[in-house]
T-cell receptor
Framework: GDSVTQMEGPVTLSEEAFLTINCTYTATGYPSLFWYVQYPGEGLQLLLKATKADDKGSNKGFEATYRKETTSFHLEKGSVQVSDSAVYFCALRPQGGSEKLVFGKGTKLTVNP | SQTIHQWPATLVQPVGSPLSLECTVEGTSNPNLYWYRQAAGRGLQLLFYSVGIGQISSEVPQNLSASRPQDRQFILSSKKLLLSDSGFYLC????????????FGQGTRLTVV
């Protein structure tokens, strides 16, 4: 079945450091891919998305590129801030439409000043 | 624009008591609706989803149930809560015409004591 695998956390960085959170997926065809962010005590917010191969999603300085050849959608940011501390979830929706999103287990990021 | 409302934000209930969590969506019609649970320090678990009034699909056997009495209303219930029902409950919706992202409510923190 379809699945998403994220790098194990937690991740702790200093402010202005470079961030990479790895995400790989298993799915047939071309699923849509997403990154969500969850701040403490809140629901999930869509951070960025990509719906076809080689698309780059970007938002708030975060980027992720849909790599079909490596079935990956790694999240990157060049310079993290304390306010980026949150849990990040990678997710997919199977090609052709499906009622269900498939989520990874989440990666907790802590950014220290 | 579309908005999703979920309440209450926080709930403390004794073991064996009933539960009713409500979620409503505004600004769209015939949304797909979802209930997720997030246990402490863990990922998202899809509990129920609905593609229309009265249509409920259950993902995980448990003592919880869901109902959709109106197009944009989704209710999560239990007749008798267990300690293991404690967690963070999230309602979400997605557009039935565009099989992409889901949008989440702010969540309900349920503690069963």
């Amino acid at each position: 079945g379809d699945s998403v695998t994220q790098m194990e956390g937690p991740v702790t960085l200093s402010e202005e450091a470079f961030l990479t959170i790895n995400c790989t997926y298993t799915a047939t065809g071309y699923p849509s891919l997403f990154w969500y962010v969850q701040y403490p005590g809140e629901g999930l917010q869509l951070l960025l998305k990509a719906t076809k191969a080689d698309d780059k999603g970007s938002n708030k300085g975060f980027e992720a590129t849909y790599r079909k050849e490596t079935t990956s959608f790694h999240l990157e940011k060049g310079s993290v801030q304390v306010s980026d501390s949150a849990v990040y979830f990678c997710a997919l929706r199977p090609q052709g439409g499906s009622e269900k999103l498939v989520f990874g287990k989440g990666t907790k990021l802590t950014v220290n000043p | 624009s579309q908005t999703i409302h979920q309440w209450p934000a926080t709930l403390v209930q004794p073991v064996g008591s009933p539960l009713s969590l409500e979620c409503t969506v505004e600004g769209t019609s015939n949304p797909n609706l979802y209930w997720y649970r997030q246990a402490a320090g863990r990922g998202l678990q899809l509990l129920f989803y609905s593609v229309g009034i009265g249509q409920i699909s259950s993902e995980v056997p448990q003592n919880l149930s869901a109902s959709r009495p109106q197009d944009r209303q989704f209710i999560l219930s239990s007749k008798k809560l267990l300690l293991s029902d404690s967690g963070f409950y999230l309602c979400a919706w997605s557009d039935y015409r565009v099989w992409t992202e889901a949008f989440f409510g702010q969540g309900t923190r349920l503690t069963v004591v």
